[in-house]
């Protein structure tokens, strides 16, 4: 196995003859092949290996017949692919040969034209079972393409894409309901690919002010309008020789449209109240939950600028859909909160049937985000159904509008509701990540409790 091979080739044959035309072919592949006479010294070195292995074999050889030696193997090794060289012409022994689980079948006598395309189809094979092997292995792991986790066909499918996509420059347009992880699979491709060492930039176009979003997206200059006080540069040019993800690209008002279209035609971009044109090189990824066809029939989004983004379309399934995901899902999510609280805790059986029957609307962000508040309310390791439920914050709630007969102001449903979180987490970086304030507002409220109620009087709640 040659420096920089993810694989190793081994010709196996009793004619040394067939065997040095086999070992000249491999050489002009620029592959360094091991060579063997004996199927039993071939099954040697790769019993127990875990390096995948290319093997060609003979079929008619002394002692033990190819496709012995493919049955044998097949009981030994799992990273083990196999193609036949034989010199028999019979119709029955490639169909035998591929109903054993052979990858190829040559006859010979073997040319190079043929050996080239064969064994290059075979390693590109091998390389891509490589590939979803290492993300297999990093799923359970706990570790994926930057968070985002899965074993279903249609999480596979993604993986494979990312890993096929990521070198190239081409326009990506991710699409998926809120909450699917598409922000994740952007920034996969981003490390992955040649860009990954400048800047991956975010913008959820739907989160900019319109009256900003072009500032914010192309730049301006100083004195462009009212507060531009000086040059900025613009998230196009702060992405140069990086990668530029538009998050809800849907977002975009026809007239940015316009303008995004000509970035992406021009590779330039002129800052707001500028007179130049600035050069860029950016790579465009964009996701949105909406139909954009649809919009594109009603006129709300340009027809030239969907075709321009949507070179390469990705599609990331509800988690409704892809349930398998789940027994990876939460492992990985529950490992994370505990490497981040440092306590170990697991889900109780009823929990996890719940789990595993919900329709999660907010998909994987409502997963995440059921598990971090069962996993901070729960007094002992044991995260039960009624945590993931919320039954209890949903009964304290109700009991908000049951303290007397007039229905209590906002500011005491705020207080109350903060002063039973309290009670019910053990530290105050808990209760603030539950209630999703800083730690400094907390103390506050804190404050605020004291004055509003009366520490002597009788509980609240």
């Known amino acids: 196995m040659s420096d920089g091979q993810k694989y190793q080739l081994i010709l196996l044959d009793d004619s040394e003859s067939d065997l040095a035309v086999l070992k000249l072919f491999s050489n002009k592949m620029g592959i360094e092949p091991i060579v063997s006479t004996s199927a039993e010294d071939v099954i040697s070195k790769v019993t127990n290996s875990e390096t995948p292995t290319l093997i060609l074999s003979d079929i008619s050889m002394p002692g033990m017949t190819g496709f012995e030696f493919l049955e044998k193997l097949k009981l030994e090794s799992e990273h083990v692919f196999v193609i036949f060289v034989s010199g028999n012409q019979e119709l029955e022994f490639p169909i035998r040969a591929m109903r054993l689980g052979a990858m190829d079948y040559l006859t010979k006598p073997v040319v190079y034209p043929v050996f080239e395309a064969r064994?290059?189809?075979a390693i590109e094979t091998i390389e891509t079972k490589i590939e979803l092997g290492l993300l297999k292995r990093q799923i359970f792991k706990g570790q994926s393409f930057e968070g985002f986790v899965g074993e279903s066909d249609a999480i596979r499918n993604i993986f494979s894409m990312i890993s096929k996509i990521s070198s190239f420059d081409s326009s990506v347009l991710i699409t998926g309901e809120s909450g699917v992880g598409k922000e994740k699979v952007a920034r996969s491709i981003h490390e992955r690919s040649p860009r990954s060492k400048a800047e991956f930039?975010?913008?959820?176009?739907?989160?900019?002010?319109?009256?900003?979003?072009?500032?914010?997206?192309?730049?301006?200059?100083?004195?462009?309008?009212?507060?531009?006080?000086?040059?900025?540069?613009?998230?196009?040019?702060?992405?140069?020789n990086g990668t530029l993800f538009l998050d809800e690209v849907a977002e975009?008002?026809?007239?940015?449209?316009?303008k995004l279209l000509r970035v992406l035609q021009e590779k330039e971009v002129r800052p707001v109240g500028g007179r130049k044109n600035v050069k860029v090189d950016v790579r465009i990824l964009c996701a949105t939950h909406q139909d954009l066809?649809?919009?594109?029939?009603?006129?709300?989004?340009?027809?030239d600028l969907y075709f321009r983004l949507n070179v390469i379309p990705v599609h990331i399934?509800?988690?409704?859909?892809?349930?398998?995901?789940?027994?990876?899902?939460?492992?990985f999510l529950l490992g994370r909160l505990q490497?981040?609280?440092?306590?170990?805790?697991?889900?109780?059986?009823?929990?996890?049937?719940?789990?595993?029957?919900?329709?999660?609307?907010?998909?994987?962000?409502?997963?995440?985000?059921?598990?971090?508040?069962a996993y901070i309310l729960s007094s002992e390791n044991i995260i039960t159904r009624d945590l993931l439920e919320n039954k209890n914050l949903s009964s304290t709630k109700r009991?908000?509008?049951?303290?007397?007969?007039?229905?209590p102001s906002l500011k005491e449903v705020e207080l109350l509701y903060i002063q039973e979180i309290l009670?019910?987490?053990?530290?105050?970086?808990?209760?603030?990540?539950?209630?999703?304030i800083g730690r400094k507002t907390l103390y506050r409220k804190e404050f605020e409790i004291e004055d509003y109620f009366d520490p002597n009087g009788p509980p609240v709640l």
């Open 293 to 303: 066809e649809k919009l594109v029939r009603e006129g709300k989004f340009r027809e």
């Open 423 to 436: 009670k019910r987490t053990e530290t105050k970086d808990q209760a603030a990540q539950v209630l999703g």
């Open 317 to 331: 399934p509800p988690l409704r859909e892809r349930k398998d995901d789940l027994k990876v899902l939460i492992p």
């Open 252 to 258: 975009l008002p026809l007239s940015l449209q316009a």
């Open 399 to 407: 009991q908000l509008f049951q303290l007397d007969d007039q229905l």
């Open 201 to 240: 930039v975010a913008v959820n176009c739907a989160a900019l002010p319109e009256n900003l979003m072009e500032s914010e997206l192309f730049g301006h200059v100083r004195g462009a309008f009212t507060g531009a006080d000086k040059d900025s540069p613009g998230l196009f040019v702060t992405a140069n």
């Open 119 to 121: 064994i290059q189809k």
């Open 339 to 373: 490497d981040r609280w440092g306590i170990r805790k697991s889900l109780s059986e009823d929990a996890l049937t719940y789990l595993k029957g919900h329709s999660f609307p907010g998909n994987i962000r409502q997963l995440e985000n059921m598990l971090e508040r």
